[in-house]
């Protein structure tokens, strides 16, 4: 999910914007012995189908404690 999931009439120039949002990631995944590490690269675009960035993200899954 996206908050808010987008922006209207926005005018991008050469000086560069910046509009605050947030994600909101949601999955499952078993807990195992070892932590568990996952890469994911967001994408922004513009009008629907311009990529204007990204951003690297990383998703870790601690290890289930020894009891």
Do not use: C, R, W
């Not at 908050?3 to 209207?8: E, G, I, S």
């Not at 499952?28 to 629907?48: C, H, K, N, R």
């Amino acid at each position: 999910m996206v908050d808010p999931p987008l922006y209207h009439d926005v005018a991008v120039g050469e000086g560069g914007l910046s509009l605050d949002f947030q994600v909101l990631i949601s999955g499952e995944v078993a807990s195992l012995s070892v932590e568990q590490v996952f890469p994911m690269t967001l994408e922004i675009y513009g009008d629907g189908s311009t990529l204007l960035g990204t951003k690297d993200v990383t998703v870790i899954v601690p290890p289930v404690a020894n009891e």
